[in-house]
C-alpha cells in the first residue's frame, strides 16, 4: 500500500526558516509529480507548489514566491518544501500530494493543480508561525 509521510513541521517564529519533508513508501516519487497543498483553520485546503519529475517544472502559488522553494532528492524518494521568511499567514496544515504524469505540473497554464486531480496524499504536517 503507498503511503506520503510529511515531516518537519512545527512552531517558528515570523521571519523564521523551516524545511517540510516528504517521504514515500509503496511507491516511486521519481515518476511522480509532487504538490504542497495547505489547509488553514476555517479556510479552505489551497496549493502551495508543484514540481514535476525528474528536474521539470516548479510552479508556486503567489502568496509564497520568492520565500518557499520545493526540490526533490530522487535517490532518498524525498521531496521537500523549504520556507523561510514565514508570516503567520502560513500557519497551517501542510500536505504532500503525488500524482502522474509526471509533467502534471504543467497541464494548469501556469496554476497550481486542483487538489482533486491529485490522488495520493499524506496526512498533513501541522506549521505554526506566532511569536
Known amino acids: 500500500q503507498s503511503q506520503l509521510v510529511e515531516s518537519g513541521g512545527g512552531l517558528v517564529q515570523p521571519g523564521g526558516s523551516l524545511t517540510l519533508s516528504c517521504s514515500a513508501s509503496?511507491?516511486?516519487?521519481?515518476?511522480?509529480?509532487v504538490g504542497w497543498f495547505r489547509q488553514a483553520p476555517g479556510k479552505e485546503r489551497e496549493g502551495v507548489s508543484c514540481?514535476?519529475?525528474?528536474?521539470?517544472?516548479?510552479i508556486y502559488a503567489e502568496s509564497v514566491k520568492g520565500r518557499f522553494t520545493t526540490s526533490r532528492d530522487d535517490a532518498k524518494n524525498m521531496v521537500y518544501l523549504q520556507m523561510s521568511n514565514l508570516k503567520p499567514e502560513d500557519t497551517a496544515v501542510y500536505y504532500c500530494?503525488?500524482?502522474?504524469?509526471?509533467?502534471?505540473?504543467?497541464?494548469?497554464?501556469?496554476?497550481?493543480?486542483?487538489?482533486?486531480?491529485?490522488?495520493?496524499w499524506g496526512q498533513g504536517s501541522q506549521v505554526t508561525v506566532s511569536s
Open positions: 500530494a503525488a500524482d502522474f504524469p509526471g509533467s502534471l505540473c504543467d497541464y494548469y497554464g501556469g496554476d497550481l493543480p486542483p487538489e482533486a486531480d491529485i490522488g495520493s
Open positions: 514540481i514535476n519529475s525528474r528536474g521539470g517544472s516548479m
Open positions: 509503496g511507491l516511486a516519487l521519481d515518476i511522480y509529480a
